[in-house]
């Protein structure tokens, strides 16, 4: 079993930044890939980014790539998030999602474990 913790969440301002810390503990996760998704109110949770086991591969949605960043630390058994020029359309709740595969992957139902998610709130 794999618990997925993630933290960092909170409001900003159009424009601001924030970074999102997921922390992984049960089980190592260095040769899982790891995810974020977002759900927004009244909407499907979509896909965010992911990133390989590596660190070297990563994925973004089209609608954060060059403003958010995926990183992780297998030391720390921790991926983190990095978000700049946060947008009103970013807000959502952010879950931390794990995968044990190789490949990257967009697809949520692919990912067997979730984290509680964390609130992001842009103001304009």
């Known amino acids: 079993q794999v618990q997925l913790v993630e933290s960092g969440g909170g409001s900003v301002q159009t424009g601001g930044s924030l970074r999102l810390s997921c922390a992984a503990s049960g089980r190592t996760v260095s040769s899982y890939v790891m995810g974020w998704f977002r759900q927004a109110p009244g909407k499907e949770r979509e896909f965010v980014a992911a990133?390989?086991?590596?660190?070297?591969?990563?994925s973004y949605a089209d609608s954060v790539r060059g403003r958010f960043t995926f990183s992780r630390d297998n030391a720390k058994n921790t991926v983190y998030l990095q978000m700049n020029s946060l947008k009103p359309e970013d807000t959502a709740v952010y879950y931390c999602?794990?995968?044990?595969?190789?490949?990257?992957?967009?697809?949520?139902?692919?990912?067997?474990?979730w984290g509680q998610g964390t609130q992001v709130t842009v103001s304009s």
């Open positions: 990133i390989r086991w590596s660190g070297y591969g990563t």
């Open positions: 999602a794990a995968a044990p595969r190789v490949g990257v992957s967009r697809v949520s139902r692919e990912y067997d474990y």
